[in-house]
C-alpha cells in the first residue's frame, strides 16, 4: 500500500468537516506510475537484502563444513 493508495481512499468534505472513506477508488495515470515505480524500488531493496543473505549465509555453510569436521575429528578422539 502507497501513500497514494491511502490518500485516495480519504475524501474530506470542507463544507461539514466529515470524511468519507471510498472502497476501490479509481487508479489514474500517474498514481498508477507512481505505485510501480515504488514498487520496482521495493523490489531491488528486497533482492539487495537477499543477496546479502545469501553471502552471509555462504560464511555460514563454511563454518558449518568446520564445525562437522571438528566433531568428526573429535569422535575419532574419543573412540582411540
Known sequence: ???TALNRH???H???GLATLTLHPEL???DFQRSMTE???SMIIATLLIMKIK???DVWDEFQALLRR???LGSERHRA
Do not use: F, H, N, V
Request: without cysteine.
Open 1 to 3: 500500500m502507497s501513500i
Open 10 to 12: 480519504y475524501i474530506e
Open 14 to 16: 470542507p463544507e461539514t
Open 28 to 30: 489514474d495515470d500517474d
Open 39 to 41: 514498487l520496482g524500488i
Open 55 to 57: 553471502a552471509k549465509t
Open 70 to 72: 571438528y566433531q568428526a
